[in-house]
């Protein structure tokens, strides 16, 4: 599929080739003189935030703590305007990686990291070889009231975790270990996924080792709707051990359902002939699953497109039985990396991605610098209804967006642009973590009012495109005008559903406000070539 569109409300006497956009109601930028990058971002019962990721700055800019050793975790609570409430930098005297954080049902939060430190700073128990789980269960001001390191002589790493019904926690993450310190199921070859059942203290219920012969890494693990897991990842095991299927080439998509006791329920591998790596994993309101990853693959396997470029993203909406229901590759010429997938209340979804590609394939607008932030909204079938590149003059990367009660967004990445693009304040050092909320306009949404039927194409176009109302209206008109707001066309139509246009004039980008006799309206951001 390949509908591809970009509704934009957007004022064009804004419009400034290096102005902020429009649609951002605030941002904040928050870092110190070293790397700070995002790797968690969680809304608050409060109406605030929990974001965070892992630092190497000491005091600096926004950092009020020291290094404890090599990396730390770093957690910022934020309240609705951004403004810190308060922060924890949290490590032993080595590497310590956060990787997954969840609010709970006490307000306190569970958080789950990677750490190969011993007994130092917050770390009180020795790491059992290399990296470990490291699980802590935090008040609501953030510090810490018990944690756990599990692991085994090998490295286990990627530990997402979440609350479960029962009160306590299920962790999906991989192990390197075979039986020994706290495993005790054998590993089925060179790397595992390694589910855990905690109770609401943190003590191992029962653990599962999951996996084939070669490598298996999870990357998304939760409880889903029957009280039963999921985890999804990638490998690229032959059939064996619990694996059904056999690689499809490089790396596949792998995901695994289990039961409540952790039984394998059913396995499924998805990917083409090259390298296809899954990101990010939610159940759907209808119990089905929207996968999201980055693809190297051409037309082999289960994949139906050629890849634009360099990664992709490869979108998959699965049944809940894993059945796959459709898929789109979205990206451009260069590299493109879904992180994070939303639904909205509308059955929509929005994808957060990093991109650096210009304008081609999809990708309907240049980059800023380097890495943007790439945001689309997708229709129900997964085709492109309207995206945008946010982002400075460097690199924007780790990207997470969060719908609003309020009916806006907020979205966090990390950055090391100075004020260039759409960014206000400079970066504290490398990496800062940066943070903004918008209107929906930033896909313009707001003006839209014929709903995700409506679609463009082709978009970008040499200067002849079509546009799809959905329905027929008894009288509808496109007028055309160019980002300065000098008018181009204007032309009328008569019962129609498709309105044919043609844009006569030099490359660039142009809007098209289309408005209909019954009070429909949007305007769309063309771009000829």
């Known amino acids: 599929m390949k509908t591809t569109i970009t509704i934009f409300a957007l004022a064009v006497a804004l419009f400034t080739a290096q102005a902020q956009d429009p649609s951002i109601i605030w941002q904040k930028t928050i870092g110190g003189s070293d790397t700070d990058f995002s790797t968690v971002f969680q809304t608050t019962n409060d109406g605030g935030y929990i974001l965070g990721g892992y630092s190497t700055s000491n005091i600096s800019g926004e950092k009020t703590e020291n290094s404890n050793g090599a990396i730390d975790i770093w957690i910022v609570k934020i309240d609705g305007s951004g403004n810190i409430q308060w922060q924890n930098t949290i490590g032993g005297s080595g590497d310590d990686f956060l990787i997954s954080l969840q609010q709970t049902t006490d307000g306190g939060y569970i958080v789950g990291a990677g750490s190969d430190s011993n007994i130092s700073g917050d770390k009180t128990e020795n790491s059992r070889g290399g990296l470990d789980y490291w699980i802590l269960k935090l008040d609501a001001s953030g ?281 206000t304040e400079n970066s504290r050092g490398l990496d800062d973590y940066w943070i903004f909320k918008t209107t929906p306009a930033v896909l313009g949404i707001s003006q839209n009012n014929f709903g995700v039927s409506l679609t463009a194409y082709p978009n970008p176009t040499t200067g002849k495109f079509t546009i799809n109302l959905g329905e027929s209206f008894a009288e509808s008109t496109v007028h055309i005008t160019n980002l300065l707001g000098q008018a181009v066309s204007t032309t009328h139509y008569k019962n129609a559903q498709l309105l044919d246009v043609e844009i006569n004039g030099a490359a660039g980008l142009y809007l098209a406000t289309v408005t209909t006799s019954e009070g429909k309206r949007t305007t769309i951001k063309i771009t000829k070539q």
């Open 143 to 423: 510090n810490i009231t018990w944690q756990k390191t599990y692991g085994g002589n090998q490295p286990e790493f990627d530990t997402y975790i979440v609350e479960t019904a029962d009160g306590g926690y299920f962790v999906g993450g991989y192990s390197d270990s075979d039986v020994n310190g706290d495993k005790t199921v054998p590993s089925n070859g060179q790397r595992d996924f390694w589910a855990l059942k905690l109770d609401a203290s943190g003590n191992i219920v029962w653990q599962k080792s999951i996996g084939g012969s070669l490598v298996d890494r999870p990357q998304a693990a939760f409880q889903t709707s029957d009280g039963g897991y999921i985890i999804g990842g990638f490998s690229n095991s032959p059939i064996s051990g619990d694996k059904t299927e056999n690689t499809r080439g490089g790396n596949d998509y792998w995901i695994v359902k289990l039961d409540e006791n952790g039984l394998v329920e059913w396995n499924r591998t998805y990917g083409g002939n090259d390298s296809d790596v899954l990101r990010d994993m939610i159940q759907l309101n209808n119990g089905g699953f929207l996968v999201a990853g980055y693809s190297k693959s051409n037309i082999s396997g289960d994949k139906s497109e050629n890849s634009q470029g360099d990664y992709d993203g490869w979108i998959l909406k699965l049944d809940g039985s894993g059945n796959l229901d459709w898929q789109n590759t979205i990206g451009g010429s260069g590299i493109d990396y879904p992180r994070d997938i939303q639904q909205l209340a509308d059955g929509a979804f929005m994808l957060a991605c990093w991109s650096n590609s210009n304008i081609s394939g999809d990708k309907t607008e240049n980059s800023n610098g380097g890495y943007d932030f790439w945001l689309l909204r997708l229709n129900t079938d997964g085709s492109i209804v309207s995206q945008n590149s946010i982002g400075g003059s460097a690199d924007e990367s780790g990207s997470y967006i969060l719908p609003t009660t309020d009916g806006n967004f907020v979205m966090f990445c990390s950055s090391d642009s100075n004020i260039s693009g759409d960014k």
